[in-house]
């Protein structure tokens, strides 16, 4: 097993530390967004398929909702492939996914 391969099978609880580490990151890039006057685009984020599915999907909407919470626009990685919130062959959203990706309504 190479160092890439380490990280397999960790699963993100969402736990305060966990929630805390990418939010103190965030407010890092926020603040020098701000003392810089410079917009932040949050390109390419993604948890890839060999992750838990429920896994991802909380991780996916914790960054999505942080991100936004501070004004910075974010783009998913990737449409309908390894990190896919669209199964291209059966023509089917992953809903989990999909979900945690779309901002909540009300």
Same mark, same amino acid.
């Not at 914790?62 to 059966?90: L, P």
């Given at each position: 097993?190479? $160092?890439?391969?380490? @990280? *397999?099978?960790?699963? @993100?609880?969402?736990?305060?530390? !966990?929630? /805390?580490?990418? !939010? #103190? +990151?965030?407010?890092?890039?926020? !603040? @020098?967004?701000?003392?810089?006057? /410079?917009?932040?685009? *949050? $390109?390419?984020?993604?948890?890839? &398929?060999?992750?838990a599915l429920a896994s991802r999907a909380?991780?996916?909407? #914790?960054?999505? /909702?942080?991100?936004?919470? /501070?004004?910075?626009? @974010?783009?998913?990685?990737?449409?309908? &492939? $390894?990190?896919?919130?669209? +199964?291209? &062959?059966? $023509?089917?959203?992953?809903?989990? *996914?999909?979900?945690?990706?779309?901002?909540?309504?009300?």
């Amino acid at each position: 097993m190479d $160092g890439s391969d380490a @990280w *397999l099978g960790t699963e @993100w609880a969402g736990t305060s530390p !966990q929630k /805390r580490s990418l !939010q #103190f +990151d965030f407010d890092v890039v926020a !603040q @020098w967004a701000k003392d810089n006057e /410079r917009p932040i685009f *949050l $390109g390419e984020f993604g948890a890839y &398929s060999k992750a838990a599915l429920a896994s991802r999907a909380r991780w996916t909407a #914790f960054v999505a /909702r942080e991100a936004e919470k /501070r004004g910075f626009s @974010w783009a998913y990685w990737e449409f309908c &492939s $390894g990190f896919g919130v669209y +199964d291209q &062959s059966s $023509g089917v959203w992953n809903e989990p *996914l999909l979900q945690a990706l779309l901002p909540p309504h009300g």
